[in-house]
């Protein structure tokens, strides 16, 4: 596997980091996550719970090992610079200057592993006017502009429910991570790679960004119409709405083909894009006079057999039934010793060569620190002595 | 930079696709983006044109060089692959089975170049029963379940305006295609990278998914209001809403510190996280009787101080007028030299070691053509013959 080999040392909770963390362990990578002896990752008392384990935490902690360590005391933070300075990466989503409290600034961390790369997610940024505040999920929606974005034409800016800010950070930092790597095969250094709840979701504003820039004037948010393309949008079949997205002329005519509505070609009110973004509501009932009176499926598959895309609004449970998801195998089972079988998302990235696998179940709190410390060198006695302290 | 040599042959258009091959630019690559001579990537006539230019186009293209090429013509096509023989990897987006009816069968490009990484973005995946429809960000959203999960307690299933799996994707796969770069560099073989729409937004549903698959049962849309914490969501202020995100109690103590509410700690109303959820009402009510008093900038500073991730909700022109995102720079201005200056957002990724940075504007249609078949071995007299037939 791509990174097979690499350890990474994990010091990341609740969901950016555990989400990088995982997709360097999903490529390869041998990740050690480290976790307080007494309560571990918030994430492990969060969410639905099955057989007394966190379905939510285990869906971000596949193929890691669990090492407790208290690292407010000096054992503890001593066990810790072992392990990175035998690491090639450490991962962590603290607020900056978290880690320099803890005694690991930049130029112990250089000191400790010269090769070390230092991955970092913050909300902000690490530096700027804001970098010291508390950060969250929902903040950097607002703040990001993403909820100006997001909602209905007639409603309130809206945030999304999925901690999206998180999700986007932590893919970069993965990304960023791997890079470093990459950059260190080939006769670099180790470096600092950072990102952030924020600056990533900025990233995703796409053409609302591009035209803001270029008119300084704010998109409208449009609900389920696409602000600029027309038809466009959820139509009515005779049991449940469709989402059909024509997205030019040449589809548009297809459109119309694949209905048996091709005398609206000749109609001028939707002549082309521009008339049609004018003539949106009569285009809508002459196309949902023909789509109420056959069901979702019919007109899903005379569609997409025409060329046009389209398909079902699925709730989750549908989702994870769906031929396609499961033909991509993106739900997966862990075998959990203690909590049987556990179920989660899959591998959305397919490798030919060397493929993502579920090499570990989600651990349990500490479930490897035995093994990590006899591996560190730490032998029955000395930590039977550590556990006795309560320093693991 | 961390991929300074490596070069990539650039197949891709729209969105999805040229994100990923602009996040490997970014990262140093060298990206020849192949465009038809007729019109290129469809890009360059949509969204907010500055001096002829799109910056739509733009904020994907960076950092890219263009090469015209008409792959219907069998000189093209010979000239395609002999960039290919030449370069590290190939990223596309066209739909499964386009590229081998371009005679590039996974054969084929082995045949090429045995080493070759082949980055594909997909709308469902490259098999199972979906892979041939046409696909559409509007139709994952729907598909992938995300829509589910957006909207307004008492609205529909609402898709959010940007295009936000064809971005997951191209993150995805542009961290698939450097670890994949990884993989070889450490003595691996050329592979196939590929990621799909819908898999890459399903593996971004979060606990909204691993409550499904421990409960079987779908979460419920709740707008700005979280599922499972109260208090949450937008509070107005004298001069408008801020959002505030108090995640647990320790945080939610620090609120009512902040707000001179202190005598709510002992209310029974408001005892633990449950009861709250309960009395979301009346608590939002004694929250805003204080939040109204005051100015939403008195209260951002307050809150902040006292450690209650808290902030505004930003419209784009305010996002890129914010002190902390100009401080990030993540406002970035490409000089270019037929259409002068065009804004587009930075880069969230910042590697202290080798940062990404602007290297070239994005390109006018084939505005390379000429330096890359040189560089290919065309003369002057084969380019211009080359250009004569239409081929570039």
């Not at 800016?157 to 999700?167: A, C, E, M, Q, V």
């Not at 139509?235 to 040449?250: E, K």
Request: charged share 25%; proline share 8%.
């Amino acid at each position: 596997m791509p990174l097979t080999g690499y350890r990474i040392v994990d010091l990341t909770r609740i969901i950016s980091g555990p989400f990088c963390s995982m997709l360097l362990a999903d490529l390869g990578a041998e990740v050690v996550k480290i976790e307080s002896p007494t309560d571990g990752d918030p994430l492990r008392a969060q969410g639905a719970m099955v057989e007394g384990f966190s379905w939510y935490f285990a869906s971000y902690n596949r193929n890691k090992r669990s090492l407790t360590l208290d690292l407010r005391t000096p054992e503890g933070r001593g066990i810790l610079e072992r392990l990175i300075a035998r690491s090639d990466a450490l991962v962590e989503n603290y607020r900056p200057g978290v880690l320099d409290k803890m005694g690991l600034s930049e130029a112990r961390l250089r000191e400790l592993n010269p090769g070390l790369i230092v991955g970092s997610i913050s909300g902000f940024g690490r530096d700027g006017p804001y970098a010291e505040r508390p950060a969250f999920d929902f903040i950097a929606q607002a703040m990001s502009g993403f909820m100006s974005t997001n909602g209905a034409a007639d409603g309130p800016p809206l945030r999304t429910g999925i901690p999206l800010s998180d999700l986007i950070a932590g893919l970069y930092c993965a990304l960023g991570v791997v890079g470093a790597l990459l950059a260190r095969e080939r006769g670099g250094m180790g470096q600092q790679v950072s990102t952030s709840l924020v600056d990533g979701l900025v990233s995703f504003l796409s053409y609302m960004a591009s035209n803001t820039l270029a008119s300084g004037r704010p998109p409208e948010r449009s609900g389920n119409d696409h602000p600029l393309v027309a038809p466009y949008g959820l139509f009515a079949a005779s049991d449940g709405p469709i989402a059909i997205a024509p997205s030019n002329d040449s589809v548009y005519r297809k459109l119309l083909k694949a209905l048996d509505l091709t005398r609206l070609e000749a109609d001028e009110r939707f002549r082309d894009n521009a008339a049609r973004m004018r003539n949106r509501e009569p285009l809508r009932a002459e196309i949902e006079a023909v789509t109420r009176t056959r069901s979702q499926a019919h007109w899903i598959e005379r569609l997409n057999a025409g060329g046009v895309p389209c398909g079902p609004v699925l709730d989750l449970p549908d989702v994870f039934h769906d031929p396609q998801i499961l033909h991509q195998e993106m739900v997966i089972e862990a075998n959990h010793p203690a909590h049987g079988p556990v179920r989660m998302t899959g591998f959305p990235l397919k490798l030919s060569g060397t493929p993502c696998r579920l090499r570990r179940p989600p651990p349990d709190l500490g479930g490897d620190t035995d093994e990590i410390l006899a591996d560190l060198g730490f032998d029955a006695a000395q930590r039977e002595g550590l556990r006795a302290r309560g320093v693991v």
